[in-house]
Each structure stands twice: as C-alpha cells, then as structure tokens.
C-alpha cells in the first residue's frame, strides 16, 4: 500500500477504509481497526471520501466530544458509514444515532443498490446476472412496495414454496423448458441462497437497522439427491434397468455393460465411464478393476474386486478394446467450452429410460449394490472401501484390506 493510498486497500476490485484508531483514543477506543466498504472501484473517489472524512475523524479522535462530531459527518454520507458510526459509538458508550429514514426503502432499490456493488466485486458478468436474477424472484413473489426490514421466516417459506411450484425458465427465451419440469430442489436452494446473501450484505452494509438473524437462515428444502437416494430398485427392477432398449444412437454392448457394472461394483457413472483396459488388474490371484480417474473425492480412488457374475462382462470389455477409455466416444458430450463429460449423453438416455420402470436413475444402482451387501451382512467399513465413501474412510484406514473378503462381499449381490 503506498503513501497515496493510505488508509484505503482494494478489495475484489472495490475500494475499503481500513485504519487503526491512534492508541491513546479515550474510552477504551484506541487500537480499535475499522474497515468497510466505500462500494466504489474508483480510486479518485476513494481518496475524496478518505480525505474529507476518515483523516478528520482519526485527529478527532483524542476525545469523545471531538470524535462525536466527526462520527456525525461519517454518518451523514450513507447508511454504510452510519453503521460504522454507531460501531465505534458502542464501543467509546456513547448513544448511537437513530435509524435514517428512507435507508432501505424497498425490497426493488435494494435489489439496484445490490446489483451495482456485485459489479464492482470481479465477479464475471454471468454470475452477477443469476445473483440479481435470483433476488428478482424474491421481489416477483412478495411484491414491489415489501420492505426488506419487515422480511421473516414466512416470506421465506413462501419463496420456496412458490419457486418449488413452478416452472424454470430459459434463460435466453424466458420461455418455460421444453419438458415443463418444475425447478430442482437444488436450484431453489441456490436461488434462496442468493437471496440470503443480499440481505447479509445489505445488514453487513447498514441498510438494514433489524438486530436479529437474516431472514430465511433456516428456511431449505430437501435435496433431489436426498430423495434420489430413497428410489432403491428391488432385483427385479435392477434386472430391467440393466435390459432395457439400447437407443439407435449408442453402443449396444456398451448400454448394456455400463449399468451391469455399476449394479455389481457400485462405481459412479463418470467412474465407470473413465475406465482403461489397464485398470483391470489382477491382485493376489483375484481380478479387480483399479478406480482412479474421475474421482469425486479422494477416498473414492479403491481396488474393487470383481464379482463372478460380472467377469464375462468385464472380459468382454477388455477383448473388444484394444487399447484406450473401454467405453471411449460412447456417448460422450463436449460442451461449448470444450470440456468433456464422459457417458453424459449414455447416462442421460438410461435416466429417460429408467422412468418406465420406476422412478430411477442411473446413480440408482450404485444404492442398490450398497442395499445388497448390507442385506448380505456385509459389514460397514468393507462397503465402504468397495463404493468409495468418503464418510468413514478413516476407520477404513484402519482396517487392513481383505479382498478375498470383499470377493465375497461384491459376490452377495443378486
């Protein structure tokens, strides 16, 4: 920071105050560190505002009357000063200075006033649309004229519920989605945290005078991954989703061994659709298929025994594919950035397809495997170190690995 710059750090391409109070300031105030932001990106204003008012109240503050006066001048220029203002006021046991009328005004300024600091904070044009979008909800369901002091729980509740009742939009065609699907209840979380978010800045701020928690804090609703977790195929079930009717435009031996793998060796999709030829390895005279790319997490990297059932299967695989992915360009998307999502348009049209059965998805058979082996008794740590859990992988740690026995456990499933 140079001598230009003093008192003044930049922040995510904002500007803040943040200066130390001189350490013989009367009332127990001296040392203290105050920072806030000046909710600008322009140096020149920057240095105007620390220059008429953070360099006069620093030589004010050697006594209370001074340093009142002063606080006076930094709480006039916005509700952001003033609630610095009445900070260092509580702190020295002065009365602080009464709510400013017509601060927030409503829930749609407040929006503006949000919209424009996100502007200046480095976020990509992208992010600071979907952010406002997502307030924007909050302003179309409670309407216009709601102040946001006068926000509660309810309100909340009644964003979620009416986001959980209708449908998404395009973003580009603000038009409903080809499929009419209402919205996940991931995305109602994501848009609620959004909302949150503006109403912490906007307390953080000044602009809301309320001394209790933001509102909604508790408010969530349950995860579609949650409740998929809850869909476990019965074998029957499990049979048909691994039988069902290959799509002209996909590999039909590969439609057919992804989801007998994954009903077998309960890996992930991505797991199983990263597989090379030299990930099948043979291990104290047993074959087992070495998972290690495409990993969730770090405890899903494992050795997973191969079941019996599953070897014509795997030996296929391997026969067919001389080198390389085994299941390399089926069904693979690259989107318009270029990444590759391997089996993404494989796993898309078994979970189009697995409606007909039930209500199922391809990660379905990852909780069906685990619901076999713990029908079979197979013990907790072993089922972990077979899907790849990162929940218990310390007391895995622990237990020395046994694939005979995670032969067998693998072997339980019907």
Not at 37 to 47: E, H, K, P, Y
Not at 97 to 120: E, F, K, N, Q, W
Not at 143 to 161: F, K, L, S
Not at 249 to 254: F, I, K, N
């Amino acid at each position: 920071m140079t001598e230009t710059e003093r008192y003044l750090r930049r922040r995510a391409g904002v500007w803040h105050v943040d200066f130390t109070l001189p350490s013989d300031t009367g009332e127990g105030l001296g040392g203290l560190r105050v920072r806030f932001s000046l909710l600008t990106g322009d140096i020149v204003q920057a240095r105007a505002f620390r220059d008429s008012y953070v360099m006069p109240l620093l030589h004010a503050s050697r006594t209370n009357a001074a340093m009142r006066v002063a606080v006076d001048q930094l709480s006039a220029t916005s509700a952001t000063m003033r609630y610095r203002a009445n900070e260092l006021l509580a702190r020295a046991g002065l009365a602080q200075l009464g709510p400013l009328r017509g601060t927030t005004g409503t829930l749609g300024s407040l929006i503006d006033v949000y919209a424009s600091y996100l502007g200046h904070t480095g976020m990509t044009p992208a992010t600071v649309r979907a952010k406002v979008r997502s307030c924007e909800q909050a302003l179309r369901i409670l309407g216009e004229d709601h102040e946001p002091e006068h926000t509660t729980d309810a309100d909340m509740a009644m964003i979620r519920d009416v986001l959980l009742s209708t449908p998404a939009f395009d973003q580009q065609r603000t038009a409903t989605t080809d499929r009419g699907a209402a919205r996940k209840p991931s995305t109602v979380n994501r848009e609620l945290t959004a909302i949150r978010a503006m109403y912490k800045w906007a307390m953080a701020e000044g602009r809301l005078t309320f001394r209790r928690a933001v509102p909604g804090v508790g408010v969530r609703c349950q995860s579609g991954r949650v409740e998929a977790h809850k869909a476990c195929p019965p074998p029957a079930d499990a049979g048909q989703l691994c039988m069902m009717q290959c799509p002209s435009t996909l590999d039909p031996y590969a439609w057919r061994a992804m989801p007998v793998i994954a009903r077998y060796t309960g890996m992930r999709a991505g797991e199983i659709a990263m597989l090379y030829g030299e990930d099948l390895v043979e291990v104290e005279g047993l074959l087992c298929v070495r998972v290690c790319r495409h990993l969730k997490t770090q405890a899903a990297e494992r050795l997973v025994p191969v079941a019996d059932v599953l070897e014509p299967t795997v030996l296929g695989l391997l026969a067919r594919t001389r080198q390389g992915r085994l299941f390399g360009g089926c069904g693979d998307y690259t989107d318009p950035k270029g990444q590759m999502h391997p089996g993404l348009r494989l796993i898309q049209s078994f979970g189009k397809r697995a409606k007909d059965v039930g209500p199922y998805s391809f990660h379905c058979l990852r909780v069906y495997a685990n619901s076999e082996m713990a029908r079979a008794g197979v013990d907790i740590i072993d089922r972990e170190l077979i899907l790849g859990h990162k929940s218990t992988r310390v007391q895995a740690a622990y237990t020395p690995r046994d694939l005979e026995r995670l032969r067998k456990a693998v072997n339980g499933i019907r």
